[in-house]
Antibody
């Protein structure tokens, strides 16, 4: 059974950094592209970043480009998101999501984690 | 960027009645080489992550009740719940995975009438 478990969220001051992790199990992690998607309180979903199965390709949403970095460790079945220069508008639940097929990272998301809340506040 | 616009923003339907939610993309999400629409639908309940219902615009995810169906092609898509059940009260979102930035509709809140 597929499980995605995010961790690393909390209250962070503006301008500071935090690293989120997503521990994956129940599937061959190294075969699937992965994404981060966030949801501000009471708002809709915003795509944050993607990474290919081998980690060579990454893409980012405009609002986080240059500040956030997605990475993965296939030996540890773990996805990461480094969040730097945080702003109050980055406050959100951050979800990791697995794509539904191998061979590309541009697919629907068949599994999501429960999310981890990052609150950016002084 | 492909903008996804859902209608209506909210919808109230009686138990057992049909619910229809629309999603329009600002550009076609039909990929001609494989004739697939890169469009998915999700259900999200409070405090939970989204749950995949439909992908490739009309393929029902395993385990999803057959009262849920998706249709449409190109830029216009519809999610239909044929007979609303109590557990279907939720927010429904469309999602295009045709190109980056990946984008979602703003969501449609479905409630009982």
């Amino acid at each position: 059974q597929v499980h995605l478990v995010e961790s690393g969220g909390g209250v962070v001051q503006p301008g500071r950094s935090v690293r989120l992790s997503c521990a994956a199990s129940g599937f061959t992690f190294s075969s699937y592209g992965m994404h981060w998607v966030r949801q501000a309180p009471g708002k809709g979903l915003e795509w944050v970043a993607l990474i290919s199965s081998d980690g060579r390709n990454q893409e980012y949403g405009d609002s986080v480009k240059g500040r956030f970095t997605i990475s993965r460790d296939n030996s540890r079945n773990t996805l990461f998101l480094q969040l730097n220069s945080l702003r109050p508008e980055d406050t959100a639940v951050y979800y990791c999501a697995k794509v539904g097929l191998t061979g590309s990272y541009m697919f629907y998301f068949d599994y999501w984690g429960q999310g981890t809340l990052v609150t950016v506040s002084s | 960027d492909i903008v996804m616009t859902q209608s209506p923003d909210s919808l109230a339907v009686s138990l057992g009645e049909r619910a229809t939610i629309n999603c329009k993309s600002s550009q076609s999400v039909l990929y001609s080489p494989n004739n697939k629409n890169y469009l998915a639908w999700y259900q999200q309940k409070p405090g939970q992550p989204p749950k995949l219902l439909i992908y490739w615009a009309s393929t029902r995810e395993s385990g999803v009740p057959d009262r849920f169906s998706g249709s449409g092609s190109g830029t216009d898509f519809t999610l239909t719940i044929s007979s609303l059940q109590a557990e279907d009260v939720a927010v429904y979102l469309c999602h295009q995975y045709y190109s980056t930035p990946i984008t979602f509709g703003q969501g449609t809140r479905l409630d009982f009438k």
